[in-house]
């Protein structure tokens, strides 16, 4: 019995531990997504062709990036920077590469596509916020969360 209090103790000061990168990274909301998309239609005909990404706008919570790595990989990402909280500069915008998307706000945090990471100068280590992707077939994915 006198094992209990001191086995509480140590679960309690384990799992009270200050994690501020992962505090730091709470600021989107968990929207619903359910997204059916084709690649043989025009909006989403660059996903037939790796390292291409196509912005979607109204899902989750300010847009979604898909992103296709390779001809068996489609991923789909929030398009909001997950340092800040979803407002008019933290929308997540082509860098010009097709594979980085940058935010709007001052610090312009930047993330890779193909992983989701924040590269180099991200004032927050945070990642982008995924939705699973199911393959359908004939070309067709169901992005949800």
Not at 20 to 28: A, G, I
Not at 35 to 57: C, D, E, K, M, R
Request: overall charge negative; proline content about 5%; hydrophobic content about 35%.
């Amino acid at each position: 019995m006198k094992k209990l209090p001191i086995i509480l103790s140590i679960l309690f000061f384990a799992c009270n531990g200050d994690d501020d990168n992962r505090n730091n990274c709470n600021f989107l909301f968990d929207a619903g997504v359910n997204l059916t998309v084709n690649i043989n239609l025009p909006q989403f005909s660059q996903l037939a062709f790796p390292g291409n990404s196509v912005y979607v706008s109204n899902q989750g919570n300010n847009g979604i990036w898909l992103y296709r790595l390779n001809s068996a990989t489609l991923y789909a990402w929030d398009a909001a920077d997950p340092s800040h909280t979803p407002s008019g500069c933290s929308t997540l915008t082509d860098s010009g590469t097709g594979d980085i998307v940058v935010c709007g706000c001052e610090d312009a945090n930047q993330y890779g596509l193909a992983t989701g990471q924040g590269l180099d100068g991200n004032t927050q280590p945070c990642t982008l916020q995924p939705y699973r992707v199911d393959d359908l077939g004939n070309n067709s994915y169901l992005v949800t969360n």
